[in-house]
C-alpha cells in the first residue's frame, strides 16, 4: 500500500508558502512616474560662407529637405485643363523614392541620404534604407554589422554617419562602377546588389544597394565610427565578394 502521507504534507506545504506569499507586500521597486517623451531637436550643419572648405555634409546643407521637385496638374476634378489653369504640386523626397530604380537612380539613392544626414532628419532613413539595413565596417564582407534600426530607430547609426561625412570633403570621389547593357537587368530587378562608395585615403562610405519590394534601397552602410590609425583586417570574414557586378557567361542551348 503506498504512503500518501509524504505527498499530503508536500502540498500543504507548498500551498503554506504560496499563501504566505500572497499574504506579505513584495519589495518591489518603485513605479517610475510618467514623464513626457523627449522631442528630438534636429542638429543641421551650419553653411559654410565665402571659400571656405566644405565638408561632404556640408555640400548637402543647401539641398531642400523635403521637396525634391514639383509637377504641373489639372485641380481636383478636372481630367483635363489648359495649361494656364493647371496647379504646381510639389514632389517629395519620399514620393520620388517610390520611382527609384536601379542602377539609374543609385546616385539619387545617395544624395537623399546625404541631404538627409545635412538636416539631420532621422525620419527620412525609413523610406531610403531598408527595413533590414545594417551597418558596419567599409568592407563588402560586412564585418561587425549591426541593425541599423535598433533600440534606437536609427540615431546611433545616424550619429556615426554625420561623424563620417564631415570628416570627407565635399569633392570626395563617388563611385559606381559602369554596369553592362546585359547587366543592368540583374541589378534592376533585384538579382544582384549594386555597390557605390565614397572614398578618401584610409576613410570612406560604403553602401549596398537592392531592390526592396520593387524599390531601390540601401541595405548595408560601411563607415568608421572614428578613423583608425591603421586599417584594420577582416580577413577572418572569408574573401570579399565583387564589388563590381561580375558578369555571368551566357547560358548554352541544351544539346540535342
Known amino acids: 500500500m503506498l504512503d500518501n502521507s509524504r505527498r499530503v504534507g508536500a502540498a500543504s506545504l507548498i500551498a503554506g508558502f504560496v499563501i504566505a506569499t500572497l499574504g506579505c507586500e513584495p519589495n518591489l521597486q518603485p513605479e517610475v512616474p510618467d514623464m ?16 571656405a572648405s566644405r565638408s561632404l555634409l556640408q555640400g548637402y546643407i543647401e539641398r531642400d529637405p523635403d521637396v525634391v521637385s514639383s509637377r504641373r496638374v489639372c485641380p481636383e476634378g478636372q481630367p483635363e485643363c489648359p495649361d494656364e489653369a493647371q496647379v ?5 523626397w519620399e514620393q ?3 520611382s527609384w530604380r536601379l542602377p539609374y537612380q543609385a546616385k539619387r539613392v545617395v ?7 545635412a538636416h539631420d532628419r532621422l525620419d527620412s532613413l525609413r523610406f531610403i534604407l531598408s527595413p533590414d539595413a545594417v551597418w558596419g565596417w567599409p568592407d563588402p564582407r560586412r564585418p561587425g554589422a549591426r541593425p541599423v534600426f535598433d533600440d534606437d530607430d536609427g540615431e546611433a547609426f545616424f550619429t556615426a554617419l554625420r561623424a563620417v561625412t564631415q570628416r570627407l570633403p565635399e569633392k570626395v570621389k563617388w563611385t559606381s562602377h559602369p554596369v553592362p547593357p546585359g547587366i543592368q537587368m540583374l541589378l534592376s530587378t533585384g538579382a544582384e546588389p549594386m555597390w557605390t ?5 584610409r576613410d570612406g562610405i560604403l553602401m549596398r544597394q537592392v531592390i526592396y519590394r520593387g524599390e531601390a534601397r540601401i541595405d548595408y552602410v560601411g563607415l568608421f565610427e572614428q578613423l583608425p590609425p591603421e586599417r584594420p583586417t577582416a580577413d577572418a570574414y572569408g574573401p570579399p565578394p565583387p564589388i563590381k557586378t561580375p ?3 551566357p547560358i548554352a542551348p541544351p544539346s540535342e
Open 88 to 92: 504646381v504640386v510639389p514632389i517629395t
Open 111 to 117: 544624395a537623399a541620404l546625404m541631404i538627409a544626414a
Open 247 to 249: 558578369m555571368r557567361p
Open 96 to 98: 520620388e523614392s517610390h
Open 197 to 201: 562608395y565614397y572614398s578618401e585615403g
Open 36 to 51: 513626457e517623451p523627449v522631442a528630438r531637436v534636429p542638429q543641421p550643419v551650419p553653411i559654410v560662407e565665402g571659400d
